[in-house]
T-cell receptor, first 115, second 112 residues
Framework: ETGVTQSPTHLIKTRGQQVTLRCSSQ?????VSWYQQALGQGPQFIFQ???????GRGNFPPRFSGLQFPNYSSELNVNALELDDSALYLC??????????????FGPGTRLLVL | GENVEQHPSTLSVQEGDSAVIKCTYS??????FPWYKQELGKGPQLIID???NVGEKKDQRIAVTLNKTAKHFSLHITETQPEDSAVYFC???WGGGFKTIFGAGTRLFVKA
């Protein structure tokens, strides 16, 4: 196990609603990245947070937003949910600036179903 | 845009045989190449990684090779066991994990 935790494990929402997913990073890590994994596909990079600021973003619309807190935990918020947002949402923690900062450790994910 | 192609999409081997999964990346700035194993209902688990200044790395039954000129990297699993059955993902990244691009995955079946 990696020490990265996510909540909730499963979630069902309806189209148009908003959702907040949470991630606690591994001890000693200062960076959290969020990924969307559709069924049968590889994870797609959403964004990364470092020192409480967005450090990079993939090809996702602004209705995907995030936060990082002083304890390095993070939230992913998705507004105006669409059916295609149904996926496994993964967070990964790493430590930038400490050497080997590219190494990311994933949590178990939150499975979101939008009806 | 940046892309990582992974082959094959499905691989079935007999227990004890070797398995090889190959990936090609497009972004020449990529300098870090991790491999992940994902079991059903779980998040990806890092199994081995290689950085661009190294051509090969081995950890027990698992090895990874990197050819920067050709932008190819491969995962080799020897003496496969049924518990190796899972989906394996390659990835390429730079900048401390920012812009990590994953392949589409290889579903490995190891038959006892």
């Amino acid at each position: 196990e990696t020490g990265v935790t996510q909540s909730p494990t499963h979630l069902i929402k309806t189209r148009g609603q908003q959702v907040t997913l949470r991630c606690s990073s591994q001890s000693g890590h200062n960076t959290v990245s969020w990924y969307q994994q559709a069924l049968g596909q590889g994870p797609q990079f959403i964004f990364q947070y470092y020192r409480e600021e967005e450090n990079g973003r993939g090809n996702f619309p602004p209705r995907f937003s995030g936060l990082q807190f002083p304890n390095y935990s993070s939230e992913l918020n998705v507004n105006a949910l669409e059916l295609d947002d149904s996926a496994l949402y993964l967070c990964a923690s790493s430590r930038l600036g400490g050497g080997g900062g590219e190494t990311q450790y994933f949590g178990p994910g939150t499975r979101l179903l939008v009806l | 845009g940046e892309n990582v192609e992974q082959h094959p999409s499905t691989l079935s081997v007999q227990e004890g045989d070797s398995a090889v999964i190959k990936c090609t990346y497009s972004d020449s700035a990529s300098n870090y190449f991790p491999w992940y194993k994902q079991e059903l209902g779980k998040g990806p688990q890092l199994i081995i990684d290689i950085r661009s200044n190294v051509g090969e790395k081995k950890d027990q039954r698992i090895a990874v090779t990197l050819n920067k000129t050709a932008k190819h990297f491969s995962l080799h699993i020897t003496e496969t066991q049924p518990e190796d059955s899972a989906v394996y993902f390659c990835a390429a990244s730079w900048g401390g994990g920012f812009k990590t691009i994953f392949g589409a995955g290889t579903r490995l079946f190891v038959k006892a």
